[in-house]
């Protein structure tokens, strides 16, 4: 609503000035004096025919004062043309490219899901789990319905990010990102990605540990933790992505077990991909262009 408002204001004062200009222009410079037939301009005698420079009826030359001729229209100057095909082409501009946008066009859809997992075993941690998405999907066709939105909803990345650690505040570099689509794992400090089949429950363990306030001691409970989200990410690859399987996931064993789910915030993003948008406004341009420069050879051609 806050873009539309604005482009139909604008649009309702295009047509309303390109009208009054008309208007305008048609009163003040298109129509000539209304005669039936060549007559002098100081007494409107008919001078039709007439061998001599001078009116027979008042005398005045008529190359002074001219001779008014029979009501015609004067075609439009190049300019005064060119300038109303800017004012009126926004218009259906405006309206076209906003039909194919919403209807054909396919739109990008960008969505984020965040979790806080509060780690039961001491000592405590807090770790923001972060979905990412990011789809296009096609307003019409196979890609519509509700298929289409749990596709688009289906996660493309996990970021598990250490933001507490006990009382303190977590190291910079305590995240570890998983990519399903590329099949890949990484840590902030370690960028080297790897296989994800090689997250076990010892990797995820070494994460926890290497951003945990307290000395790295044993703790089985803590395994078992590590394990969960493991268990977690596997479960994930094999499709259950969404946002609210990804949040029924994480509501029950064996992560519920360990931590304490809570989640915090979930966004979306949609619109025309820029490159659209470009592609739109180029096409536009051009047809302004062209409309400019046939309008101008057309009037060159009238008057020559």
């Not at 990345?157 to 505040?169: D, S």
């Amino acid at each position: 609503m806050s873009l539309a408002i604005p482009l139909v204001l604008l649009g309702a004062a295009l047509v309303i000035s390109a009208l009054v200009y008309i208007a305008y222009l048609t009163g003040r410079t298109l129509k000539m004096p209304d005669v039936a037939r060549p007559c002098c301009a100081a007494c409107r005698y008919p001078v039709e025919g007439l061998t001599s420079l001078h009116c027979p009826e008042c005398g005045s030359d008529l190359r002074a004062v001219g001779i008014l001729t029979p009501a015609i229209r004067r075609p439009l100057g190049p300019w005064l043309a060119i300038i109303l095909w800017s004012l009126l082409l926004p218009i259906p501009s405006l309206v076209i490219t906003r039909v194919l946008t919403s209807t054909v066009v396919p739109a990008r859809t960008q969505r984020e899901h965040v979790w806080n997992l509060g780690l039961l075993t001491p000592p405590a941690q807090v770790i923001e789990m972060v979905a990412n998405s990011d789809r296009l999907v096609w307003p019409l066709g196979e890609g519509s319905g509700p298929d289409a939105a749990l596709a688009a909803d289906r996660a493309d990345r996990l970021a598990f990010r250490i933001v507490h650690t006990g009382r303190f505040l977590a190291p910079p570099g305590a995240v570890l990102r998983v990519d399903f689509d590329a099949g890949q794992w990484w840590t902030e400090r370690q960028p080297k990605r790897r296989p994800l089949t090689e997250l076990d429950e010892a990797a995820m363990l070494k994460f926890l540990e290497e951003n945990s306030a307290a000395p790295r001691e044993e703790s089985p409970a803590r395994s078992k933790a590590a394990g969960a989200l493991c268990g977690f990410i596997h479960t994930a690859t094999d499709g259950q992505r969404s946002g609210p399987a990804l949040h029924s996931l994480l509501s029950r064993a064996p992560v519920a077990d360990h931590f304490s789910v809570t989640q915090n915030r979930m966004s979306s993003v949609s619109g025309p991909m820029p490159v659209t948008l470009l592609c739109f406004t180029a096409f536009w341009i051009l047809l302004w262009l062209g409309g400019c420069v046939l309008l101008h050879r057309r009037f060159n051609l009238t008057t020559s």
